[in-house]
């Protein structure tokens, strides 16, 4: 072997052992043995990952405007859609319909499987939404999603950089659309956003306050009983079959239901966006960073 290729391969060897040493595990999330593993750089900025039935995870290049698929039976990543409305955060229905935060005119989308998108919403009380920007759907339909002001550079001629609404909220939209109202109000940036399997509880992060809250979802969709769940922000957020809710930013910080921090994953980027639980077992975690995504083997998993 080539002696330079040798070194090569020993100092990745040791990087992915120093990199799997240093995640802390106390809560017993992650598979024995697991590493990460980088399956595609070179990327802009990638974010929103969403996972369909079959346990394919589509995520966006923001800043190139598309969205691709990550095939859980090959691990093949393709181009899904190009002029993808800036898609940041996304959600799947059960019928396979793809809901987006589709930043560039800052309005809700569905997609179907073919691509093809149809604007849900793109305003409230007669002005733009600052940018929507997560998502969630609860078990029972309507939708959660989150509007903070982000300036974007491809707002140019299109929006002022200015905040449109009175403030940074988070929203709901119910199932068949006639219905939807601010749920908070006393937020300083809302980002990340996602609820538990049985609809019952919501967690909204507060990334301008570094905080993230639980609330009690009612019936009709309003919020009640809001709680500080942990003193750490984040940006994208998922949750898994045992309630741990994994948060994002620094690596990948795992707190249980109860807000203890149980586990930390180191990812070698500046920062972590998002994460997903995808394949059909729903045990490998994909998490998008920067110009890459990487996934990683849990021995506990996401919520279907």
Known sequence: MNPLKHACLITALFATQSLFAQIEDRGGVVARNAELVKVQDGFSFTEGPAVNRMGDVFFTDQPNNKIYKWSAGSGNITLFKENAGRSNGMYFLLNNTLITCADEKNELWSIDQDGNETVILSGFKSKLLNGPNDLWVRPKGGLFFTDPLYPREYWEGIRTPEMQQDGQHVYYV?????????????????????????????????????????????????????????????DGMTIDFKGNLYLTGDGVTVFNRNGDQVAHIPVPAKWTANVVFGALDRKTLFITAMDAVYTLQMKTRGVW
């Open 174 to 234: 119910s199932e068949d659309r006639s219905e939807f109202f601010r749920v908070t109000d006393d937020l300083v940036k809302p980002n990340g956003i996602v609820g538990t399997p049985d609809g019952k509880y919501l967690f909204v992060s507060d990334i301008g306050a570094n905080k993230t809250y639980k609330y009690e979802i009612r019936e009709d969709g309003y919020l009640t009983n809001k709680t500080l769940f942990c003193e750490k922000g984040s």
